[in-house]
């Protein structure tokens, strides 16, 4: 239940300093007691609250996402109510060849009124190129690159961010190293409906969301349902974090799906409908039935609550949505299945119905982004066979899909300033193993197993 906002109506610069000193709730002094021998584990650190350091009608919180065949969606907040929503772009500095003009949105929540937020698609952009664009006609001048289209292509996953002193090492750790698009399984803020907390995310992760695609799905600190006024919820997350779901024939932010090089990637909501009579259920039916595994020779799906997980925090959330979904995304040969919402990492075997499967996904549990709640210690013991390695720490992933058959997936935790490598793992691409041929749907073509 989330807790009613005792929020006056103000701007949001006062509040900020109500909020360094309301919001340190954290427990500091969390007893380890399951740390490793060669690693001793941190507890959660404070909260960063992010002001803004441009003038008061500038862009901020920018950020971009995969919208659309060699498009890209830029989306800002400004206080500037006549700003127009318009983003002007080019591949060379200061010089902005072309223009396009989108909309605004803006919430309110109790006596929080948010800003205009202005989503814009540009495009059509050039594969693995660097564009310079500005917002509204107004400086900064931001830059990105878009991905490759063809492979090999490199994913960054994070989970359960938050905006702690630990998002921003996880944060650092990632663009310490080159990738291509974000990937973010759930629970982005942790605002928990104290919206000026979802303003501090957005120039927190402004960084590194204006020069890479970061594409979200939902977690449950994004639900802020609230009895009778708000019962559906996700109100700050749809109008922030729009991702593109109309694109992809999906009736609901809470779940859509895109292509980025030879990668078709499936965004489900743990927090919205999905038993067999439901518009996700049936979106994802005719999703998996239209992929092309020769123009997408993988499927990667991220969602939130966790399907496969031998922590004790949250046991057993995902399981109505594993018993309503796992089989269509067996038979769909699916490569890896993401999820957050455990703060830890852990890597399973392929699984199917609960057993070690040749043909069935690898699952990831990676949500330890660095959120203000901190690690989940207890993995039952002793660990499950199905279950290869499992860790509480702080940490983001990195997946570099090589070619049509290779992928390599590592863990790397945050050690204090460095980040240090701890799991690493080969995957061979499913569809194209030859103990699995048989369990594939019509939709496989044949020829895209014999082409390789
Ligand atoms: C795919 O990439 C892996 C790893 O780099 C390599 O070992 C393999 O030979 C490549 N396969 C093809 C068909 O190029
Ligand atoms: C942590 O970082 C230190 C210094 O870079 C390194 O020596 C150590 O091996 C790392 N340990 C772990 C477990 O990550
Ligand atoms: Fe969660």
């Not at 008061?56 to 919180?61: E, F, H, K, R, V």
């Not at 690159?145 to 905006?163: A, C, K, N």
């Not at 966790?306 to 046991?315: D, E, F, I, L, M």
């Amino acid at each position: 239940m989330p807790i009613p906002p005792t929020l006056e109506p103000t701007m949001e610069k006062r509040w900020s300093h109500v909020f360094l000193f309301t919001i340190f709730f954290f427990p500091q002094f969390l007893v380890q007691s399951h740390a490793s021998p060669e690693y001793t584990r941190q507890p959660p650190r404070p909260l960063i609250f992010s002001t803004n350091t441009r003038s008061d009608s500038a862009p901020q919180q920018v950020h971009i996402s995969l919208a659309g065949k060699d498009h890209m969606r830029v989306s800002w907040i400004s206080s500037d109510k006549h700003m127009p929503s318009t983003v002007d772009y080019g591949k060379i500095s200061g010089r902005y060849e072309a223009s396009a003009t989108g909309h605004d949105t803006s919430y309110t929540y109790f006596f929080y009124s948010s800003n205009k937020i202005r989503h814009v698609t540009i495009g059509p952009l050039d594969p693995s190129t660097t564009y310079y664009y500005r917002c509204g006609g107004s400086s900064p001048e931001f830059s990105f690159r878009t991905p490759p289209s063809t492979l090999p292509i490199e994913f960054v996953v994070v989970g359960d961010l938050g905006q702690t002193e630990w998002t921003a090492s996880t944060l650092a750790h990632v663009a310490a190293e080159d990738y291509d698009v974000f990937l973010l399984p759930g629970d982005l803020s942790y605002a928990d409906t104290q919206q000026p907390l979802w303003d501090s995310f957005g120039r927190l992760v402004e960084p590194y969301a204006s020069i890479r695609p970061w594409m979200v799905t939902e977690g449950n600190h994004e639900i802020e349902t609230f009895p009778i006024v708000y019962p559906h919820g996700f109100r700050a997350y749809n109008a922030r974090w729009l991702m593109p779901y109309q694109e992809s024939g999906s009736n609901s932010n809470l779940y859509y799906s895109f292509d980025v090089a030879g990668t078709h990637i499936v965004m489900l909501g743990s927090y919205t409908d999905f038993d067999a009579s439901s518009d996700q259920y049936k979106w994802l039916k005719a999703d998996l039935a239209k992929v092309d595994r020769i123009k997408t020779p993988w499927i990667l799906v991220l969602l939130h609550a966790p399907w496969y997980n031998t922590n004790s925090a949250h046991k057993g959330e995902g399981e109505s949505m594993r018993k309503a979904m796992e089989e269509m995304l067996y038979k769909a040969q699916v490569d890896v299945v993401f999820a957050g919402h455990v703060h830890a990492y852990e890597r399973f075997t392929r699984v199917y119905d609960n057993k070690a499967d040749p043909c069935g996904p690898v699952y990831v549990t990676i949500g330890d982004g660095g959120n203000r709640e901190g690690l989940a210690l207890d993995f039952e013991n002793p660990s499950p066979s199905i279950s290869l390695y499992r860790e509480p720490s702080f940490g983001h992933g990195r997946l570099r899909i090589y070619n049509n058959t290779h992928a390599r997936w590592s863990w790397h935790r945050n050690n204090e300033s460095d980040s240090f490598q701890a799991d690493e793992v080969w995957f061979e691409r499913l569809s194209s193993s030859n103990t699995c041929k048989g369990t594939v749907q019509g939709q496989i073509h044949s020829n895209s197993i014999d082409e390789l």
